[in-house]
T-cell receptor, first 114, second 110 residues
Framework: DAGVIQSPRHEVTEMGQEVTLRCKPI?????LFWYRQTMMRGLELLIY????????DSGMPEDRFSAKMPNASFSTLKIQPSEPRDSAVYFC????????????FGSGTRLTVV | DAKTTQPPSMDCAEGRAANLPCNHS???????VYWYRQIHSQGPQYIIH???NNETNEMASLIITEDRKSSTLILPHATLRDTAVYYC???????????FGAGTRLTVKP
């Protein structure tokens, strides 16, 4: 199993541009999570999906952020327009809901907005 | 609204046991204790979880006090590769609202 796959690994973009982060969860996992990590705020849960349906997006910082999960094997996190304060490492994780076991995290996308 | 309290940092000598404490005095009866770690620049990695009995796997042991208000993660023979930030989290078994605190930065020294 290749694990949770995120792309790109690094993204540098200019303020005001649209940014799309991608995630492929582990096959068979039906829960997917997006986290953001910064030095100031640590790891923050942004949104999570169960069976492709968004369950809790209360962690999404602003309307500039949106997330979709069109099918069980793919999710995107979009920032439009991007701002320098969005610079962070964004992690995607997946799990089998109701198993109670741990989440498997991807390697993250390091986003820099200049 | 932190549910857990951990020391910000700890050191451990290579080859010795690393004992990482966590206080969770307000834990509910249906909440489990989970431990994750994050090695520099990588995504967090699941280590172990438990409800009230002590648990052991290939990575670590988890000791939960009888009143469940605190726990200790034990790495029996720490190596340099165990240097990481260790997070203690309490959550209901299949509740997907898992939130991380600041964790403990463990440094294993030669």
């Amino acid at each position: 199993d290749a694990g949770v796959i995120q792309s790109p690994r690094h993204e540098v973009t200019e303020m005001g541009q649209e940014v799309t982060l991608r995630c492929k969860p582990i096959s068979g996992h039906n829960s997917l999570f997006w986290y953001r990590q910064t030095m100031m705020r640590g790891l923050e849960l942004l949104i999570y999906f169960n069976n492709n349906v968004p369950i809790d997006d209360s962690g999404m910082p602003e309307d500039r952020f949106s997330a979709k999960m069109p099918n069980a094997s793919f999710s995107t996190l979009k920032i439009q327009p991007s701002e320098p304060r969005d610079s962070a490492v964004y992690f995607c994780a997946s799990s089998l809901q109701a198993s109670g076991y741990g989440y498997t995290f991807g390697s993250g996308t390091r986003l820099t907005v200049v | 609204d932190a549910k857990t309290t951990q020391p910000p940092s700890m050191d451990c000598a290579e080859g010795r046991a690393a004992n990482l404490p966590c206080n969770h005095s307000t834990i509910s009866g249906n909440e489990y204790v989970y431990w994750y770690r994050q090695i520099h620049s990588q995504g967090p990695q699941y280590i172990i979880h438990g409800l009230k009995n002590n648990e052991t796997n290939e990575m670590a042991s988890l000791i939960i006090t009888e009143d469940r208000k605190s726990s200790t993660l034990i790495l029996p023979h720490a190596t340099l590769r165990d240097t990481a930030v260790y997070y203690c989290i309490v959550r209901v078994y299949n509740n997907n609202d898992m939130r991380f605190g600041a964790g403990t930065r463990l440094t294993v020294k030669p």
